[in-house]
């Protein structure tokens, strides 16, 4: 499928890239492309980054049917370009938009236009140790109708944005909050999906942990509250007597790419890893005996996040004395030197750009 190219008459400057946050300066162009129930998705184009025309009555800012995804892309020490697993990312795309009643898209479109926006976009990918190019591809319903059914049409699009570390504290231990009075998602539902609303029904949550000191809130299951699922923006293990467990897939649970590398390297590692349902009171016990080894988390943004410490009911805990853990971080320096490119991909994870 022929992509259009529109070129922006000015450019931003680029940022400086040791001082880059996250997701507050975007580049200068982007990707469109728009799905007709007739004729399927069509009309892939780059575009100037610019801002939407929408009528009030779209049907995603009433009833919430929207998709994103979230992945990088990475400059090596050599200069070249590179992303980490894309192609899975591509797939839990499809998969949420099939639970959101989205048209899926063609994995291979989906790359290639990627690929042609990124060598547009090649000089916004930041030098600097540790950043990145942080890339959101997003789908929306967009028939103007007020009425509770799947839209007809849709549009699909990327945004890029030049990142630096997702936590303020870089590679530093952060510290969770344990929530019983609130509930994320349930099995049946659309946890699993990235979608909006599962965001959406974090942020109350999330400002009463913020507003005491806490970094993300740890989630439990939403039908008994008392079996661990994930964190705000990561996936979440435990070191326990030696063992590394984190909880098992069942349906509301976000499916994490970095999530399933910690797996992939920590068995070949040859450690003890399992996927299961484990309790909070569990956790909580481990630590008494003093068997909590490590708490971290997994994801895009982070990669790896060590916790440091974390409150439940009106108690607090401390893990490894506040300093990050060797699994976890063996897991940070190892996934960050295949995204970099500076060790070998023996998994097939890296997809290669310009």
């Given amino acids: 499928m022929q992509i259009n190219i529109t070129k922006a008459r000015e450019l931003k ?22 799905y007709h129930p007739k004729k399927g998705w069509l009309h892939p184009r780059i575009e100037p980054y610019a801002p939407f025309q929408i009528d009030p009555a779209t049907m995603m800012l009433h009833y919430g049917q929207a998709v994103f995804e979230g992945l990088k892309a990475y400059r090596t020490a050599a200069g070249k370009i590179q992303l980490f697993r894309a192609k899975d990312n591509f ?11 989205i048209p899926e898209i063609d994995k291979s479109l989906l790359m290639n236009t990627l690929k ?5 976009e090649k000089d916004w990918v930041p030098k600097a140790s540790g950043t990145s190019l942080y890339i959101r591809p997003t789908v929306i319903a967009t ?28 590679f530093n231990p952060v510290k969770i909050w344990v929530t019983k009075d609130h509930v994320r998602a349930v099995r049946g539902g659309i946890g699993e999906a990235k979608t909006p609303a599962n965001y959406a029904a974090s942020l109350y949550a999330g ?13 439990l299951d939403g039908v008994e509250q008392k079996y661990i699922e994930e964190v705000g923006s990561m996936n979440i ?11 098992m897939l069942n349906g509301s649970i976000l499916p994490g790419i970095t999530r399933n590398s910690v797996l992939s390297l920590t068995k070949q590692w040859g450690m003890k890893v399992s996927e299961r349902k484990i309790s909070i009171d569990e956790v909580m016990e481990a630590y008494e005996s003093g068997k909590l080894q490590e708490i971290f988390g997994s994801g895009t943004a982070a990669v790896i996040s060590p916790v440091g410490e974390m409150k439940y ?30 060790t070998g991909d023996t998994e097939g994870w890296i997809e290669p750009v310009c």
């Fill in 13 to 34: 400057p680029k940022p400086d890239g040791t001082k880059l946050g996250f997701g507050t300066i975007f580049t200068d162009h982007m990707l469109n492309m728009d």
């Fill in 91 to 101: 797939v839990r795309l499809n998969r949420s938009c099939d639970l959101l009643c």
């Fill in 116 to 120: 042609q926006l990124l060598n547009v």
């Fill in 143 to 170: 028939d103007p109708y007020l009425g509770v059914r799947a839209s007809n049409t849709y549009r699909y699009f990327v945004i890029l944005s030049p990142v630096g570390a997702y936590y303020a504290a870089g």
């Fill in 207 to 219: 400002e009463k942990a913020t507003k005491n000191g806490y970094a993300q809130v740890l989630w």
């Fill in 237 to 247: 293990f435990f070191v326990i007597d030696d063992e590394i467990i984190t909880p």
């Fill in 313 to 342: 009911d009106d108690k607090t805990i401390s893990i490894g004395d506040g300093k990050v853990g060797p699994v976890a971080d063996r897991l940070f320096k190892t996934i960050m030197d295949i995204q970099y490119g500076r």
